[in-house]
């Protein structure tokens, strides 16, 4: 008995849906586009980025994560989020980042990365900014529970869903800046 090997089936996919596609990515780049400008002015006003704002950064990111022009432009609107952070709160956000580094094993320390790596940049900064606005939101709604304006149930609910929003913004940030 001879072995044949099976011949390969090709996909082709047909010029209409491959124009459909084309379309649809490119409409998906002019919103992405409009709203990288939006988060632009959003920080000219001295407002920071949200957690909503970082979450649409991220899938951004994920989207162009090849493009180097697109990534310097995400690099300067978290360059001056950090920028306003930092001046806001007198502290550095990124060196506050890895201000407990050592005390954590060795499997979840964060790494340094080399200054010409775009995407470990991207990933320090997003990283930095989520971590920036958990401690705020813990700290506002400690703040809340203490000065009785919220019951003990309402400030376990709201930092459970505080923690369940930190931890999935930075898993899908580990995740897209994995290469």
Same mark, same amino acid.
């Given at each position: 008995?001879? $072995?044949?090997?099976?011949?390969?089936?090709? $996909?082709?996919?047909?010029?209409?849906?491959?124009?459909?596609i084309?379309?649809?990515?490119?409409? !998906?780049? %002019?919103?992405?586009?409009?709203?990288?400008?939006?988060?632009?002015?959003?920080?000219? @006003?001295?407002?920071?980025l949200?957690?909503?704002?970082?979450?649409?950064?991220?899938?951004?990111? %994920?989207? +162009?994560?090849?493009?180097?022009?697109?990534?310097?432009?995400?690099?300067?609107? =978290?360059? %001056?989020?950090?920028?306003?952070?930092?001046?806001?709160?007198?502290?550095?956000?990124?060196?506050?980042?890895?201000?407990?580094?050592?005390?954590?094993?060795?499997?979840?320390?964060?790494?340094?990365?080399?200054?010409?790596? %775009?995407?470990?940049?991207?990933?320090?900064?997003?990283?930095?900014?989520?971590?920036?606005?958990?401690?705020?939101?813990?700290?506002?709604? &400690?703040? @809340? !529970?203490?000065?009785?304006?919220?019951?003990?149930?309402? +400030?376990?609910?709201?930092?459970d869903?505080?923690?369940?929003?930190? !931890?999935? =913004? =930075?898993?899908?940030?580990?995740?897209?800046?994995? &290469?």
């Amino acid at each position: 008995m001879s $072995k044949t090997k099976p011949q390969k089936i090709e $996909k082709t996919i047909s010029p209409e849906k491959t124009t459909k596609i084309a379309k649809e990515d490119k409409e !998906f780049t %002019k919103q992405y586009d409009t709203k990288l400008e939006e988060y632009d002015t959003k920080l000219k @006003e001295w407002k920071n980025l949200s957690f909503e704002d970082i979450e649409f950064i991220v899938q951004y990111t %994920k989207k +162009h994560i090849n493009n180097e022009e697109i990534l310097n432009s995400i690099l300067n609107i =978290l360059d %001056k989020d950090i920028q306003l952070r930092n001046q806001n709160a007198e502290i550095d956000c990124i060196e506050k980042l890895y201000e407990y580094n050592e005390l954590l094993s060795k499997k979840f320390r964060l790494k340094k990365h080399k200054q010409d790596d %775009k995407k470990a940049l991207i990933r320090e900064k997003l990283r930095a900014i989520i971590m920036d606005n958990y401690r705020k939101n813990y700290n506002y709604i &400690g703040k @809340e !529970f203490i000065g009785n304006q919220i019951t003990y149930e309402e +400030h376990k609910e709201r930092i459970d869903i505080l923690d369940e929003k930190t !931890f999935s =913004l =930075l898993l899908k940030v580990k995740v897209i800046t994995q &290469g």
